[in-house]
T-cell receptor
Framework: NAGVMQNPRHLVRRRGQEARLRCSPM?????VYWYRQLPEEGLKFMVY????????ESGMPKERFSAEFPKEGPSILRIQQVVRGDSAAYFC??????????????FGQGTRLTVV | KQEVTQIPAALSVPEGENLVLNCSFT??????LQWFRQDPGKGLTSLLL?????REQTSGRLNASLDKSSGRSTLYIAASQPGDSATYLC??????????????FGKGTHLIIQP
């Protein structure tokens, strides 16, 4: 089991470009969560997805950010028209059941986005 | 709104000491509490998961306790080693049925073990 895989590990984008971050959950996991870690800040929840469904996106900015978890393939976090303030580490986690049922969350290595 | 606080923010101790990291949370309606380790520029490694019905969990030199009613958890590290140097994060999950806002994290304790 390769664990939660995120790519790319590092991503540099110019202001106004689009950023696409990918996350493949652990084998057998159908629950995916995205978190953002700003410099000197704790991790903040962004969005919770199950296959083909967004369960909760209450932590995700309303504009420019979107997430999907298709039936086939990885989960994608998409940031359109990036700005400097989007520079952060973005972490994906997966779990066998939802974390609210008491199951453990496993995290990927993260994607470090730098907007120049 | 759940808030998680970790004290101290940073800690530097000589190798071999036993140490305690503290975590407190404002809303005791949690389902579980998880301790993670984060190395610089790396992802999070899960260390221990304590269900709300449990009082403690142990893994090797690590022991985590949970006092749900008072909103506190401690992570005890015995016989610390330089390889333990990392940032330790505490996170709580909300009780089910009230919404799906994932894990709420503290800002972490940055630990340095001096050789």
């Amino acid at each position: 089991n390769a664990g939660v895989m995120q790519n790319p590990r590092h991503l540099v984008r110019r202001r106004g470009q689009e950023a696409r971050l990918r996350c493949s959950p652990m084998k057998g996991h159908s629950h995916v969560y995205w978190y953002r870690q700003l410099p000197e800040e704790g991790l903040k929840f962004m969005v919770y997805l199950q296959k083909e469904n967004i369960i909760d996106e209450s932590g995700m900015p309303k504009e420019r950010f979107s997430a999907e978890f298709p039936k086939e393939g990885p989960s994608i976090l998409r940031i359109q028209q990036v700005v400097r303030g989007d520079s952060a580490a973005y972490f994906c986690a997966s779990s066998l059941m939802d974390v609210f049922g008491g199951t453990e969350a496993f995290f990927g290595q993260g994607t470090r986005l730098t907007v120049v | 709104k759940q808030e998680v606080t970790q004290i101290p923010a940073a800690l530097s101790v000589p190798e071999g000491e036993n140490l305690v990291l503290n975590c407190s949370f404002t809303d005791s309606a949690i389902y579980n509490l998880q301790w993670f380790r984060q190395d610089p520029g790396k992802g999070l490694t899960s260390l221990l998961l304590i269900q709300s019905s449990q009082r403690e969990q142990t893994s090797g030199r690590l022991n985590a306790s949970l006092d749900k009613s008072s909103g506190r958890s401690t992570l005890y590290i015995a016989a610390s080693q330089p390889g333990d140097s990392a940032t330790y994060l505490c996170a709580v999950s909300r009780e089910s049925g009230g919404g799906a806002d994932g894990l709420t994290f503290g800002k972490g304790t940055h630990l340095i073990i001096q050789p």
